[in-house]
């Protein structure tokens, strides 16, 4: 039973660049958060994706923007990359009435130079 | 914003002792979850402690939660080299899959 998956695992951009990055859910899984953590930091909630739709979001600009297919994966976009943008990048998936637990895949490193 | 703060922010300790780390947060809560993560990758559940609930102990962890003071510790007991990592509390203030962390507790366990 494969876990939480994600890809790429690091990548480089250049400011003012778009990038996808991309969660497969544990299988199972209808529910996937996304969390940015920077440097030395815990991680922030980003938004929510439960039936394809996007359920709550955190305090983040509109640059950020994502998808949930039918078969639950889930992208993030980000738009006009800022150097503020490097990060680590979480992927956590869950079931929708599953008792609060998720799970968290290995993430994405971000820079942006 | 973070809802949860660690305190203290770094701890080293020799192989075989004790580990412990406390929490506070603002708001009221679902659920208060505990977090590992080794060397800047993913994040590794450890224990979830219920607003209802006081005590949880899995294995060498033991989790407390006082409501009324809005604090949480996590001990580690009879610590080894593999505990060595950053460790978070987070928050669940509805039960919506939505977290928030503090900023974490670096372990280093000394051999």
């Known amino acids: 039973d494969a876990g939480v998956t994600q890809s790429p695992t690091h990548l480089i951009k250049t400011r003012g660049q778009q990038v996808t990055l991309r969660c497969s859910p544990k299988?199972?899984?209808?529910?996937v958060s996304w969390y940015q953590q920077a440097l030395g930091q815990g991680p922030q909630f980003i938004f929510q994706?439960?039936?394809?739709?996007?359920?709550q979001r955190g305090n983040f600009p509109d640059r950020f923007s994502g998808h949930q297919f039918p078969n639950y994966s889930s992208e993030l976009n980000v738009n006009a990359l800022l150097l503020g943008d490097s990060a680590l990048y979480l992927c956590?998936?869950?079931?929708?009435?599953?008792?609060?637990?998720?799970?968290f895949g290995p993430g994405t490193r971000l820079t942006v130079t | 914003s973070q809802q949860g703060e660690e305190d203290p922010q770094a701890l080293s300790i020799q192989e075989g002792e004790n580990a412990t780390m406390n929490c506070s947060y603002k708001?009221?809560?679902?659920?208060l979850q505990w977090y590992r993560q080794n060397s800047g990758r993913g994040l590794v559940h450890l224990i979830l402690?219920?607003?209802?609930?006081r005590e949880k102990h899995s294995g060498r962890l033991r989790v407390t939660l006082d409501t009324s003071k809005k604090s949480s510790s996590l001990l580690i007991t009879a610590s080894r080299a593999a505990d060595t990592a950053s460790y978070f509390c987070?928050?669940?203030?509805?039960?919506?899959?939505?977290?928030?962390f503090g900023a974490g507790t670096t372990v280093t366990v000394r051999a």
């Open positions: 956590a998936s869950s079931l929708r009435d599953g008792g609060s637990l998720q799970y």
């Open positions: 299988s199972g899984h209808d529910t």
């Open positions: 708001t009221s809560i679902n659920n």
């Open positions: 994706y439960y039936e394809e739709e996007e359920r």
């Open positions: 987070a928050t669940e203030i509805r039960a919506d899959y939505k977290l928030s």
């Open positions: 402690i219920r607003s209802n609930e």
